[in-house]
């Protein structure tokens, strides 16, 4: 299994944020409420949600759609990615850098995070956000890309994704499949961080997802 290499942690360039608010991510992002609902079938008509390193908030969007008693709280370390959310009346933007924000909720009744683990050159950033953010009953959902076994594994994922996309965006997927972790990897990480009431699982050739419910 080749080794991670890290990307830059921030998308603080105005180019990459633009080619990536305009990217096609229907076929990957669409799955992500439907997914969350069949996971969470018992989970409540109405939360307010942290979207941990939201970008432009396309993930976001579509779970503030699929639920319309949903408020978010939507954290993003870069401002030119927050500069490409369009207004939503029950998404608020929040400029800040993981872990240090402080947030204005104590706690939130679901934490989700789309795509960050993969930016953050220490994991344990993302687990601790949820350790300190959870309480009896939040329900966990956090999606990411996984890590292939070779290099040229990823270019045929990036090939088979990403080929109609702008150069800045197949080279952006393809880092990202490099630095992304694999489960046996993320299920280390879980079990560091006193998480194992969350669970592991692989939905697509390139993403995986954590998910459950806080027991206390
Ligand atoms: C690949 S984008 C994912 C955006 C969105 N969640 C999605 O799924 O389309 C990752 C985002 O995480 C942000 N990010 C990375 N590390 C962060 C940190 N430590 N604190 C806050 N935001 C961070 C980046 O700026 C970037 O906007």
Redesign the pocket.
Known sequence: MMKRIPEP????DDEQ?RA?AEAD?ESA?SLYPVLFAKLFPHRPERALVL??????????RRFATANPGYRFHA????A???AHAPRHPRIKLIH????A?RLSARTYDVI?????L???PDPA?LWQTVHRYAAAGTLVFV?DLRRPATRSAAKILTRKYAAGEPAILQR?FDN?LLAAFTPVEVRRQLAAAGLQWLRVRTITDRHLVVAGECPQ
Not at 112 to 116: D, I, N
């Open positions: 942690e921030l998308m603080l944020a990536y991510f992002h979207d941990l390193g939201c970008g432009p908030c396309d993930v976001t954290v993003d370390g870069s030119a990615m927050l800040g850098y993981l872990p924000v989700l995070a789309s795509s960050l993969h930016h953050l950033v999606v952006d990202s």
